[in-house]
């Protein structure tokens, strides 16, 4: 079994940054694309960044230049760099990988979320 636990949330005034990070623990896995979405109440969760395997990134037009999506393969991690956050980034933020569990089949697996309150 392989489960994803994000970290990082917490209370920022506009302006400011956090860090969220997203580790993979289980056994025989191999992590694919990660990526990072957010969702508040009544909406749909929605992508904020992703990576893939080999580094290439993708980000929604909102977050463009203000957040990076990193990943360290060697501690089966993602990271979101959020800086100049505005009120509109309240949400919790799930983390999202598709692993491959030894030989099986390649599937999607999501975080518990993490809660980001962007006030002042």
């Known amino acids: 079994q392989v489960q994803l636990v994000e970290s990082g949330g917490g209370l920022v005034q506009p302006g400011g940054s956090l860090r969220l990070s997203c580790a993979a623990s289980?056994?025989?896995?191999?992590?694919?694309?990660m990526g990072w979405y957010r969702q508040t109440p009544g909406k749909e969760r929605k992508l904020v960044a992703g990576?893939?395997?080999?580094?290439?990134?993708d980000y929604a037009d909102s977050v463009k230049v203000r957040f990076t999506i990193s990943r360290d393969n060697a501690k089966n991690t993602v990271y979101l760099q959020m800086n100049s956050l505005k009120l509109e980034g309240t949400a919790v933020y799930y983390c999202?990988?598709?692993?491959?569990?030894?030989?099986?089949?390649?599937?999607?697996?999501w975080g518990r979320g993490t809660q980001v309150t962007v006030s002042s």
């Open positions: 990576i893939t395997g080999g580094g290439i990134t």
């Open positions: 289980g056994s025989r896995f191999t992590i694919y694309g």
């Open positions: 999202n990988a598709n692993i491959r569990v030894g030989s099986g089949a390649v599937n999607t697996y």
